[in-house]
């Protein structure tokens, strides 16, 4: 079992940064894929980042976010810069086994945290 708390969301104005936490429990975290999704009204929930536990591997979508992880704090990052009106979504973090298959796709996590939203204005 894996617990995910998000925070760090708000609203900022176009062009600025945000850095979004999310602090995980659990047994075994070394085993484990952590992701960042977010999902707008009427939308999809879409990838954004992955970052392994274990290794220094990172996967992202978008060039202007980056993923992290503080290992002794249990936390992983999502700094965002150079945010536009387009990335407002609720942005959540989710877990996943290391070995499972397809990190992109959200039905491929088995934990989630409850979202904080981002809100970006003109």
């Known amino acids: 079992q894996v617990q995910l708390v998000e925070s760090g969301g708000g609203l900022v104005q176009a062009g600025g940064s945000l850095r979004l936490s999310c602090a995980a429990s659990?047994?075994?975290?070394?085993?484990?894929?952590m992701g960042w999704f977010r999902q707008a009204p009427g939308k999809e929930r879409d990838f954004v980042a992955a970052i392994n536990w274990s290794d220094s591997n990172t996967y992202y979508v978008k060039g202007r976010f980056t993923i992290s992880r503080d290992n002794a704090k249990n936390t992983v990052y999502l700094q965002m810069n150079s945010l536009k009106p387009e990335d407002t979504a609720v942005y959540y973090c989710?877990?996943?086994?290391?070995?499972?298959?397809?990190?992109?796709?959200?039905?491929?996590?088995?934990?989630w945290g409850q979202g904080t939203q981002v809100t970006v204005s003109t």
């Open positions: 989710a877990a996943r086994p290391v070995s499972g298959r397809n990190r992109a796709s959200p039905e491929s996590y088995n934990y």
């Open positions: 659990g047994r075994a975290l070394s085993a484990y894929t």
